[in-house]
């Protein structure tokens, strides 16, 4: 290499003074490389990928509309004839315009679409551009051109102009969002609501600072709480909305933004075929809306699934949003909200640029009409020196003349361009003038002038105006479609099915999924921890493996649950130093994998004398027996694990004995020594806890249930699994107490009546829904509730006269607890025209867990008649009193009430 060098060194000095010259301009590649790579890179950020921050387009996408608009006369054009039209402007061949149109078209704003324009939500492809046609929608019209305020540049081949961006008065580039990869960087824009849009712009135009989250054409879940105003580093969570139509059906309506039915269907398939979610089959049935349908296999909870196709299908997502825009001429990374204040600012600017260029317009109309005016009414065409002018500049210097006295009236100097467009006038239109029209029209410039100029003046209001006239003319169907809430992390292993069988060898010390032939233990999946103890004192977690070695002499195996503070072990120990007895009670709530902890102190020769697992915290009693001693006199003695605190788990524990146990026998059963499981209801995440978050619902064990009532009347009840989902429409949720009494309000579908009832509800199987008030459709629930003595203002219209009049009234006089299958008592013959719950809500989570709920004294005081015999009700003409369902009049036109006529 060095000899190289040097014949090269000594080369160009033998080299001419012209040949070193023609050396030294030469550019080395490496140079030619960095210069043609920053040349491309930049040509595709500003001319491809990335949309203007003033009209929000990519510059094919403002091609493409510039085209339509050049084409637009009302009618539809095939899109084939609009593609061949934009390659005027556009240099990259028909396809990518092509893609580019039918994505601008399925987007459902700025054009209006005939013919098979392919379907986002399914994943449709559109028909050939030959087929489909497209034009310019009125909205489009309205805000995106304006040839006075459009800035133009010549095309890459010079033979025609295009726009540099277009004047678009509203912010598109939110609206319809955006993506793209450029070379160095990329770009990611979420769409935004048409209507918050306009709101937000209104409070930037107020002064106030916007606040932006997206919305999605496909609907469905978003969690924006770490959207970060769409800045790079953010991060949306959408998720699919999956209802429950039955307890072995899922029905997704709505999916996430970024996927379709086809790619959605697919995962499922595809978890289901590996074993993380169990179904029977699904079904495709969208049509219009969005509807598949996930059929679930026997004995699966549907709870547990809807977790599980959001943990391993594509009914849940991650967005990460990079907001990139080109602002003047470079790439800029910016908030949502930054681009929105821009946006509206420059719509201000437009708008200003609008009214500037019509005041001009209108100045100039009654500025030629005041001259036309004085140039007819003065007889100036008849004056014998404009007659006898020879030429036009002989013409410009006699009408100066004659104009002078007349200079103060115009509001700019008249120019040569003036008098030509004066005397071009046919003699005919100045014959036939009409003075009195021309004042007339001038009168009306003139107001129009002053509009223009308040405008002008107040130039933030008339902005303000302009999108409110937007938001009132296009903002009808545009409300919100995705559902913003927080979602609640589903953690896999939680979810995932046990898609595998977990085996033993104690002796051996193996276990794993894959060892058919040794103990079974239980199922599993392939992502569960597994946790074992041996007889030495030691236990470890492991990851589910086919087969792995955590050590001989297992003496319990089971799959482990982080967090588990329920699974409480109880254990006696000796000590390998001492030989001293220990016993203890403790969980394991979170370890190393695979790292090896002791139950004993650790010593040599340590052994677990006796072990439990307990999943509820049972507490046994065993019996002790000792190796007889000379110091000994009881050699036996029972042991309640009751009596022993549960502690960490490197607790040393109490001591059982200090000489050899013989052996320890299992005596009998304890019940629990935990507390009542203590549940909270999160109404952001709509889902129980047990971290204090949101309503506490009260202290739940075995067989407890939480009672939920649903907006349309119907109740269901549950158990307090922190899986369980609820319903969209629940209006209340608390602990089920069977004994308590509760007041409903409701209203008879066909009658129109209201009605009222007190009832206990029933102990129904858990998931089976029914409903407690009128089967008839349109039936109402106006209120619930569980205070002992409720009592509501009622308005009432009364008489012919209909005067409203207000009154108080205690439920309780009205009707005694009923079963909750009964109508109830009509609550007034009169019109209601509101409802009023006056008393307050019992707090049924202070009640202790084994307290029945005594009846209240009015309970005590009331016999088997709904209504006290004492109330009576005076009707003057029962032929005028509506009856209801429980009314009937006797032979002698009498009402028999029996029992269920209200107060009122």
């Not at 009618?75 to 556009?90: D, F, L, Q, S």
Request: proline share 4%; glycine share 6%.
């Amino acid at each position: 290499m060095s000899d190289e060098t040097n014949y090269n060194d000594d080369h160009e000095e033998a080299l001419s003074p012209q040949e070193n010259e023609q050396t030294s301009n030469t550019i080395p590649l490496s140079g030619l490389y960095e210069n043609w790579f920053l040349d491309y890179a930049s040509y595709v950020i500003l001319d491809r990928a990335v949309p203007h921050i003033n009209d929000g387009f990519k510059p094919v996408q403002r091609r493409i509309l510039h085209s339509l608009k050049e084409m637009d006369d009302g009618r539809y054009n095939k899109a084939a004839n609009v593609i061949g039209n934009t390659m005027k402007y556009h240099p990259h061949g028909d396809a990518s315009i092509g893609d580019a149109m039918v994505q601008l078209g399925q987007k459902n704003l700025l054009i209006d679409c005939q013919g098979n324009w392919g379907d986002p939500i399914t994943g449709d492809s559109a028909a050939a551009p030959r087929y489909i046609e497209g034009r310019l929608s009125k909205f489009a019209l309205d805000v995106v051109f304006n040839p006075e305020t459009t800035e133009w540049q010549f095309s890459y081949d010079g033979r025609n102009r295009e726009p540099v961006t277009l004047p678009v008065k509203f912010p598109l580039l939110l609206a319809q969002g955006a993506e793209g990869i450029a070379v160095g960087l990329a770009t990611k824009i979420m769409p935004h609501n048409f209507i918050e849009l306009i709101d937000e712009s209104i409070k930037v135009l107020q002064g106030e600072r916007p606040y932006l989250l997206p919305d999605f054409p496909t609907g469905g879940m978003a969690d924006c709480s770490a959207y970060n105003e769409g800045q790079r580093g953010g991060k949306i969570r959408v998720r699919a909305k999956i209802e429950e139509r039955d307890k072995k059906t899922l029905a997704i309506t709505e999916i996430p933004f970024g996927t379709t039915t086809g790619g959605l269907i697919e995962s499922v398939v595809t978890a289901n075929d590996k074993g993380k979610i169990k179904i029977k089959k699904i079904e495709d049935n969208t049509a219009e809306n969005v509807e598949i349908i996930v059929h679930l296999a026997p004995g699966i909870s549907p709870d547990v699934t809807i977790d599980a196709l959001y943990a391993f299908t594509a009914c849940e997502s991650s967005i990460s949003p990079n907001t990139c825009v080109i602002k003047n001429e470079k790439p800029y990374f910016m908030s949502v909200n930054d681009i929105l204040i821009e946006n509206t600012k420059n719509t201000k600017d437009l708008l200003k640029q609008e009214l500037e260029i019509k005041l001009h317009d209108l100045q100039e109309k009654i500025f030629f009409s005041t001259l036309l005016k004085i140039f007819i009414q003065q007889g100036m065409y008849k004056h014998p020196d404009y007659e006898n002018s020879g030429d036009f500049n002989t013409v410009v210097g006699v009408l100066d003349t004659l104009f002078e006295p007349f200079f103060p009236q115009f509001y700019r100097t008249i120019l040569p361009e003036d008098y030509k467009k004066l005397i071009d006038k046919p003699m005919s239109s100045i014959t036939r003038f009409d003075v009195k029209k021309a004042d007339e029209q001038m009168a009306a410039l003139e107001e129009d002038i002053k509009t223009v100029k308040k405008h002008l003046r107040q130039l933030t209001e008339y902005a303000i105006a302009w999108y409110t006239r937007l938001k009132e003319k296009y903002g009808q169907g545009r409300e919100r479609k995705t559902e913003l809430r927080a979602f609640d992390k589903v953690e896999a292993s939680q979810v995932a099915l046990a898609n595998a069988k977990l085996y033993v060898n104690r002796e051996e010390g193996f276990i794993g999924s894959s060892m058919k032939k040794d103990e079974f233990v239980s199922d599993c999946s392939d992502i569960d921890d597994i946790i074992v103890f041996r007889g030495d004192g030691k236990y470890v977690v492991t990851k589910i493996q086919d087969k792995v070695f955590v050590g001989k002499d297992i003496i319990h195996v089971a799959v482990f649950k982080k967090g588990d503070e329920r699974t409480i072990y109880n254990v006696v120990y000796k000590e390998g130093g001492t030989g001293t007895s220990y016993i203890k009670r403790f969980s394991v709530v979170g370890v190393t994998r695979d790292k090896e902890y002791d139950v004993s102190k650790g010593s040599k020769a340590s052994k677990i004398l006796y072990f439990t697992a307990n999943p509820n915290g049972e507490a046994e009693i065993i019996n002790v027996q000792l190796k007889p001693h000379s110091k000994l006199r009881k050699l036996a003695f029972d042991m309640d694990f009751a009596e022993i605190a549960i502690k960490g788990r490197a607790s040393q524990g109490n001591i059982v004995s200090k000489y050899p146990v013989k052996k320890i026998a299992f005596k009998s059963a304890g019940v629990s020594t935990l507390a009542g499981r203590k549940i909270w209801y999160d109404e952001i995440l709509k889902r129980l806890n047990v971290d204090e978050r949101g309503k506490y619902l009260g202290e739940f064990d075995g067989d407890d249930k939480i009672l939920t009532v649903m907006a349309d009347g119907s109740y269901e009840l549950s158990n307090f699994d922190l899986s369980n989902h609820f319903d969209e429409k629940m209006i209340r949720i608390e602990k089920f107490y069977p004994q308590h009494v509760y007041t409903a309000v409701h209203q008879d579908g066909k009658s129109g009546t209201y009605y009222v009832k007190r009832f206990c509800f029933d102990e129904l199987p858990v998931g089976k829904r029914v409903t407690f008030i009128n089967d008839e459709p349109n039936s109402k629930l106006i209120l619930l509730t569980n205070a002992a003595e409720p009592v509501v203002k009622l308005d009432l219209r009364k008489g012919k006269s209909q005067t409203e009049e207000v009154i108080d009234q205690p439920l309780v006089e009205i009707i005694d607890v009923k079963g909750i299958k009964a109508q109830g008592n009509r609550l007034s013959f009169h019109t209601i025209q509101k409802i009023d719950l006056l008393t307050a809500e019992e707090d049924l989570t202070v009640l202790k867990e084994s307290e029945e709920i005594p009846p209240t004294e009015s309970d005590r005081q009331h016999d088997s008649r709904d209504v006290k015999s004492d109330l009576t009700l005076e009707i003057t003409n029962p032929d005028d009193v509506e009856l209801g369902d429980n009314l009937k009049k006797d032979d002698n036109g009498s009402i028999d009430d029996n029992g269920q006529i209200g107060l009122f």
